[in-house]
């Protein structure tokens, strides 16, 4: 697939979901007791979007691209408000302190549903307690990469290669906690073996020094990593779904490789605080649903390297759950706390 071509919508999320899909939705589902009038005049105001990273990051291209549109379609202004600090926990602290009427909502990412909550001492939020889940969106896949010089054509040979050599194969991340880091962590745990990190703060010179040969490997967004790839600088050995990414076809997934039920990636979602009326979050959600249909969003989202995610409320809250659980394991094995 080229990726100017229009991004592939997926009906729910790579993940199987359990029958038990409720949950983290429970806010939401709090709101059904109210009128069913009460969505008639939302939103009555300006809907703030919080994202909790800079501006020009992917969560943030995401962000504007749809509230751009929920701006057209509701005919009121939808404003991206940036609050990054404690890997986006600010902002989702914020929503989740928020008035329960609609008009803060937050894109999030697995850093703040999933991730923070098992890695730092503390976050201002309850993940599974204090927000209504409304939709996903957006699912942007990784991939596993080695210098093109370094003898490695495959993932076995490099699952080989560092069986032999416990500890002596490093890599680089954007930093302790972020999927760059957990996702090799996670290949370490189902993969038996060991490797050595290398913490960075931000991709850019974890992508260099792994270029310049001062670390072995590195896990990133494919989005990231593709011009490296293409320039011949770097190897692809595996990605990160379940199912081949279109926008790698011919990179088999670490799953197929022998590492069965492996996946990892950076999903988007929307939620807004607990107890929002569930006439609010369903209106929110079909209208996601309908924005995420349209050929212009489809091109925009894959020009930015993004799959498209559509989901109920409910499978949005399940999904949570699974990825809270998965990444706890994850974070707690690996020994990795940040007060």
Same mark, same amino acid.
């Given at each position: 697939?080229?990726?100017?071509?229009?991004?592939?919508?997926?009906?729910?999320?790579r993940?199987?979901?359990?029958?038990a899909a409720?949950?983290?939705?429970?806010?939401?589902?709090?709101?059904?007791a109210?009128?069913?009038?009460e969505?008639?005049?939302y939103?009555s105001?300006?809907?703030?979007?919080?994202?909790?990273?800079?501006?020009?990051?992917?969560t943030?291209t /995401?962000?504007r #691209? !749809?509230?751009e549109?929920?701006?057209? @379609?509701?005919?009121?202004? %939808?404003?991206?408000?940036?609050?990054? *600090?404690?890997?986006?926990?600010?902002a989702?602290?914020?929503?989740?302190?928020?008035?329960?009427?609609?008009?803060?909502?937050l894109?999030?990412?697995?850093a703040?549903?999933?991730?923070?909550?098992?890695?730092?001492?503390?976050?201002?939020?309850?993940?599974l307690?204090d927000f209504a889940?409304?939709?996903?969106?957006?699912?942007?896949?990784?991939?596993?990469v080695v210098r093109?010089?370094?003898?490695?054509?495959?993932?076995?040979e490099?699952?080989?290669?560092?069986?032999?050599?416990p500890g002596?194969l490093?890599?680089?991340?954007?930093?302790n906690?972020? /999927?760059?880091? #957990? !996702?090799?962590?996670?290949?370490?745990? @189902?993969?038996?073996?060991? %490797?050595?990190?290398?913490?960075?703060? *931000?991709?850019?010179?974890?992508?260099?020094?792994?270029?310049?040969?001062?670390?072995?490997?590195?896990?990133?967004?494919?989005?990231?990593?593709?011009?490296?790839?293409r320039?011949?600088?770097l190897?692809?050995?595996a990605?990160?779904?379940?199912?081949?990414?279109?926008?790698?076809?011919?990179?088999?997934?670490?799953?197929e490789?022998?590492?069965?039920g492996?996946?990892?990636?950076?999903w988007?979602?929307?939620?807004?605080?607990?107890?929002?009326?569930r006439?609010?979050?369903?209106?929110?959600?079909?209208?996601?649903?309908?924005?995420?249909?349209?050929?212009?969003?489809?091109?925009r989202m894959?020009?930015?390297?993004?799959?498209?995610?559509k989901?109920?409320?409910?499978?949005?809250?399940?999904?949570?759950?699974t990825e809270?659980?998965?990444?706890?394991?994850?974070?707690?094995?690996?020994?990795?706390?940040?007060?």
């Open positions: 697939m080229d990726p100017h071509d229009e991004a592939p919508i997926v009906s729910q999320p993940r199987a979901f359990g029958r409720f949950g983290l939705g429970l806010g939401a589902a709090a709101g059904t109210f009128a069913q009038g969505a008639g005049d939103p105001r300006t809907v703030t979007v919080m994202v909790g990273y800079p501006p020009g990051n992917a943030d /995401i962000a #691209l !749809l509230a549109r929920f701006a057209t @379609r509701m005919r009121r202004p %939808f404003i991206i408000e940036n609050r990054p *600090g404690q890997g986006s926990s600010l989702a602290g914020a929503v989740a302190k928020s008035p329960p009427d609609g008009h803060t909502l894109l999030t990412a697995p703040a549903m999933a991730i923070n909550p098992n890695l730092y001492a503390k976050v201002p939020y309850d993940a307690k889940t409304i939709g996903m969106c957006s699912w942007l896949p990784y991939v596993l093109a010089d370094a003898g490695i054509g495959s993932l076995a490099l699952l080989a290669r560092a069986r032999a050599n002596k490093s890599f680089s991340s954007s930093g906690g972020t /999927i760059s880091h #957990l !996702l090799m962590v996670l290949l370490s745990q @189902r993969s038996d073996t060991k %490797f050595t990190h290398v913490p960075y703060k *931000g991709s850019a010179q974890a992508h260099t020094d792994l270029i310049g040969g001062q670390v072995d490997i590195n896990f990133d967004t494919i989005t990231a990593l593709m011009p490296h790839i320039a011949g600088r190897r692809p050995l990605t990160s779904s379940l199912n081949r990414t279109p926008f790698a076809p011919d990179v088999p997934t670490v799953a490789q022998g590492v069965p492996f996946e990892g990636g950076a988007l979602g929307f939620v807004a605080a607990a107890a929002t009326p006439p609010i979050v369903d209106r929110l959600n079909r209208e996601l649903n309908q924005i995420l249909e349209e050929p212009d969003t489809r091109r894959s020009d930015a390297g993004s799959e498209i995610l989901t109920t409320p409910e499978e949005f809250a399940a999904f949570i759950r809270y659980t998965k990444w706890a394991r994850v974070v707690r094995e690996s020994g990795t706390k940040i007060d």
